[in-house]
């Protein structure tokens, strides 16, 4: 994939995920029994900024976590699932707890209903709230997202590029002709 227009740049994407951490914190009136869940792969880095953000912001420490959703992808093979699985890591009890699951991408809602079925093999939390980085359209299933960084009307013949420091070694957001 070639980038071709730059959407975010790594301060734009920073100053996006401390509005959303904001909005979050604002929402649930605090951190009280909240976690967060990042969606492997580049949700992982997004969920710790939102983390580090409300350390920052409230002083506090909320449970972090990692969920693997390839197993319950239902675009991959059974072989192509075991070879990409990695495991999620989820230390914490999710019961009567706001889960904040947290994505780089949001296009069909297939990866976001995985998630949520990974998440519920986990326990049963209060309720759960989905952070994307970037909403592109596109949606097959009814999924809705509760906090967006930024709504970017897409054609299926583009997909869109999150490349964060910790995986690609830039920290920005393209548009990249498929």
């Not at 920073?14 to 951490?21: C, E, F």
């Not at 989820?90 to 699951?101: G, N, R, S």
């Not at 995985?114 to 049963?124: Q, S």
């Amino acid at each position: 994939m070639k980038p071709r227009t730059q959407i975010m740049d790594e301060a734009t994407l920073r100053r996006t995920m401390a509005r959303i951490t904001h909005e979050v914190l604002e929402r649930n009136q605090g951190v009280r029994n909240l976690c967060v869940l990042g969606v492997k792969r580049r949700g992982v880095p997004l969920a710790r900024m939102l983390c580090d953000n409300i350390r920052r912001f409230e002083g506090a420490e909320v449970p972090l976590g990692f969920l693997d959703v390839t197993l319950r992808r239902d675009d991959l093979s059974e072989r192509d699932k075991q070879a990409l699985a990695t495991g999620s890591t989820v230390p914490f009890d999710l019961h009567d707890k706001t889960v904040v699951l947290v994505d780089d991408v949001l296009y069909t809602g297939r990866t976001a209903k995985a998630a949520l079925e990974t998440v519920f093999g986990f326990g049963r939390p209060r309720a759960v709230q989905l952070v994307v980085l970037i909403d592109r359209g596109h949606r097959e299933l009814p999924i809705r997202p509760d906090y967006v960084g930024k709504n970017v009307p897409t054609s299926r013949s583009e997909t869109i590029a999150v490349r964060l420091e910790e995986i690609d070694g830039e920290t920005a957001v393209y548009i990249c002709d498929a």
